[in-house]
């Protein structure tokens, strides 16, 4: 949606959607991401631990999340990366000022601002942005899967040994049994692996068609609120990577361009 149209409406009607709430939101906060973004010497980086990082911008872009959201959504609860999650009614805010945040850092320009809706554990709403590349991908429940004004869809390949798959190798204490043999039985059939870094920037390329199947162990619902709902509202399916059902919450996950699902789930658990 055209930021100026989008003002004008926000300026001059109640009747808005969830989504107009969110861009609103993501772009006044994205501003900040592009004012400090190569510019390491502008901020504050203290670390959680090792390659987990927390930046002053972090801070800045979830309270100006936090304020904006709250304004339209006062009664909600809201869990957010860097803060304690706030207490409020059934309705959840999940927000995530900077997924990628290793990546802003070194000034690489795969990050996104996450903003998800749950209600009764079900994903309704949610976005990403990446206002350095000015890709504003939403989806609502029912309402498909887009990025800006185009619709967006899963790829259709059927063969795993012609698609791109997308993965996060674990660093520091995230690694886990038996993941480098996981890693190298999808590497030996695919045509390539892809890690950009943010899972929930992985998961919009899936829901873009631009990979055919993303897995990730070990993430936190905020990495992949929106990215879930986008992959299914594009046509996909999302599972553990077992193969049971993914609910949120359940921190690994699986999710394909639906046609290449089993054989994925075949080849990635062989012994």
């Given at each position: ?116 809706r749950v209600f009764k554990g079900e ?149």
């Amino acid at each position: 949606m055209n930021s100026l149209i989008l003002k004008k409406k926000l300026d001059t009607t109640s009747n808005f959607s969830v989504i107009d709430i969110f861009e609103k939101a993501a772009r006044k906060a994205g501003k900040i991401l592009i004012s400090d973004f190569g510019k390491i010497e502008n901020f504050q980086i203290h670390s959680k631990e090792i390659g987990d990082f927390v930046t002053s911008v972090d801070i800045k872009v979830e309270k100006i999340l936090l304020d904006t959201l709250q304004q339209f959504y006062p009664n909600a609860s809201y869990i957010t990366e860097e803060s304690d999650e706030i207490k409020g009614e059934e309705e959840t805010i999940i927000i995530d000022p900077i997924d990628g945040t290793s990546n802003f850092i070194h000034g690489i320009p795969f990050v996104g601002i996450v903003i998800g809706r749950v209600f009764k554990g079900e994903i309704t709403d949610g976005v990403i942005f990446n206002p350095i590349l000015d890709e504003f991908y939403w989806a609502t429940k029912g309402g498909g899967a887009w990025c800006n004004d185009k619709k967006i869809n899963v790829s259709k390949l059927d063969k795993i040994e012609n698609c791109l798959i997308g993965n996060s190798i674990p660093h520091a204490k995230r690694g886990y049994q038996n993941y480098l043999i996981e890693i190298d039985n999808i590497a030996k059939k695919c045509s390539g692996l892809r890690s950009t870094g943010a899972a929930a920037i992985d998961l919009a390329l899936v829901a873009s068609g631009k990979t055919d199947a993303f897995w990730q162990r070990n993430l936190k619902i905020w990495d992949i609120s929106s990215g879930v709902l986008l992959v299914r509202e594009a046509g996909g399916k999302v599972t553990q990577p077992s193969g049971d059902e993914w609910t949120i919450e359940k921190s690994d996950i699986l999710v394909s361009n639906n046609f290449i699902h089993n054989q994925f789930l075949e080849e990635l658990n062989s012994k």
